[in-house]
């Protein structure tokens, strides 16, 4: 093992945020293990980091033997961790709250919450055990951790107890050099903000296009917030779109 060797694990590393986060780190010399539902564009987010060696897993972050066959293979190819970077996550149905069925809210729980709690908690056993001992959490929380939209009642719950989640990670983990921030981020401009691009619902009820920012900036906060030493940390932190409706909203 070289313990200069900086190791990060990025889920939802195919698209979106995960993507721009991999190659961030990746140029700022970390070596990448990247986590995903499917292959293939795990295997494009390594080729665009210029990272041909990342060690890409497919992972349900449902699942927990998924994800504890995630966190043996880090430990098998790098034998430490030292960055959880948790951004699995999904929006669900943007429908009225009387519309939204139960599985479909359970659904957003387990990726958004479980998923993120599973992979926590695995980082947190290597964190602990390793030696040196510790690391940095790293949780993907979102406007909505603050202030929801319409119809998002899944999503915004998830967000709100991934705070909870942020704030018992780093109490819990302070015996042992594990320190945990959220960094909370509004209309970066992935797949997934697509429509704010054309229009979306607003707290009057209203469709407005919405400014958004590259996803790219979020990388580099991410990685600011990561290169702290561990005796520093940035409990939570927001990062969005300048004009986006977010102090004004509703």
Request: charged share 20%; aromatic share 4%.
């Given at each position: 093992m070289n313990t200069d060797q900086r190791v990060a694990v990025v889920t939802g590393a195919g698209s979106g945020i995960g993507r721009a986060v991999a190659l961030a780190l990746a140029s700022a010399g970390w070596s990448l293990a990247l986590a995903g539902r499917r292959a293939e564009p795990l295997a494009e987010t390594a080729a665009a980091a210029g990272a041909p060696d990342a060690l890409c897993v497919t992972t349900d972050v449902t699942d927990e033997d998924e994800v504890g066959a995630l966190f043996a293979a880090v430990r098998e190819r790098f034998g430490r961790l030292d960055l959880l970077f948790n951004n699995a996550g999904t929006f669900?149905?943007?429908?009225?709250?009387?519309?939204?069925?139960?599985?479909?809210?359970?659904?957003?729980?387990?990726?958004?919450?479980?998923?993120?709690?599973?992979?926590?908690?695995?980082?947190?056993?290597?964190?602990?055990?390793?030696?040196?001992?510790?690391?940095?959490?790293?949780?993907?929380?979102?406007?909505?951790?603050?202030?929801?939209?319409?119809?998002?009642?899944?999503?915004?719950?998830?967000?709100?107890?991934?705070?909870?989640?942020?704030?018992?990670?780093?109490?819990?983990?302070?015996?042992?050099?594990?320190?945990?921030?959220?960094i909370d981020?509004?209309?970066?401009?992935?797949?997934?903000?697509?429509?704010?691009?054309?229009?979306?619902?607003?707290?009057?009820?209203?469709?407005?296009?919405?400014?958004?920012m590259a996803a790219a900036d979020v990388a580099r906060t991410v990685v600011h917030m990561a290169e702290l030493p561990l005796e520093a940390n940035i409990p939570f932190l927001t990062v969005m779109a300048t004009n986006m409706p977010y102090v004004g909203r509703g």
């Open positions: 669900g149905p943007g429908v009225p709250l009387e519309d939204l069925a139960a599985a479909d809210w359970r659904a957003v729980v387990d990726v958004n919450l479980t998923g993120a709690f599973l992979c926590a908690q695995a980082a947190y056993r290597l964190m602990k055990e390793q030696d040196p001992q510790g690391g940095r959490i790293i949780n993907n929380g979102s406007i909505s951790a603050h202030a929801p939209r319409p119809n998002s009642v899944a999503y915004t719950a998830t967000k709100h107890a991934i705070t909870g989640l942020t704030k018992s990670l780093s109490l819990d983990g302070r015996p042992y050099r594990i320190a945990c921030g959220q981020i509004g209309n970066a401009a992935t797949e997934m903000t697509e429509r704010m691009q054309t229009g979306t619902l607003q707290a009057n009820g209203e469709l407005a296009v919405e400014p958004v």
